[in-house]
């Protein structure tokens, strides 16, 4: 089994051409927090969120449906 899962996120405009997940705006910063919270989160890049290997499908499926309802940044998640 793999050490990391992933989940990679493609942004609307204009975070697509920007920091993404670590951009410094309001909204993204506490996107960031409400992040962390999941289990099994390891950290979090620009584009793409780490999480731990043994990480519950569950989980990632969870983090997946959040993220994908953040419609003002999200253009698609990509569960890796």
Excluded at 23 to 37: E, G, H, N, Y
Excluded at 41 to 69: K, Q, W
């Amino acid at each position: 089994m793999s050490d990391t899962r992933g989940i990679r996120v493609l942004f609307q405009s204009p975070y697509a051409e920007g920091r993404g997940l670590l951009a410094s705006d309001p909204r993204v910063r506490t996107l960031r927090k409400v992040l962390i919270t999941y289990p099994d989160v390891r950290h979090i890049l620009p584009d793409r969120i780490s999480l731990d290997g043994g990480a519950d499908p569950r989980t990632l499926d969870t983090v997946a449906r959040f993220l994908e309802r953040q419609h003002w940044l999200v253009k698609s998640v990509i569960v890796e």
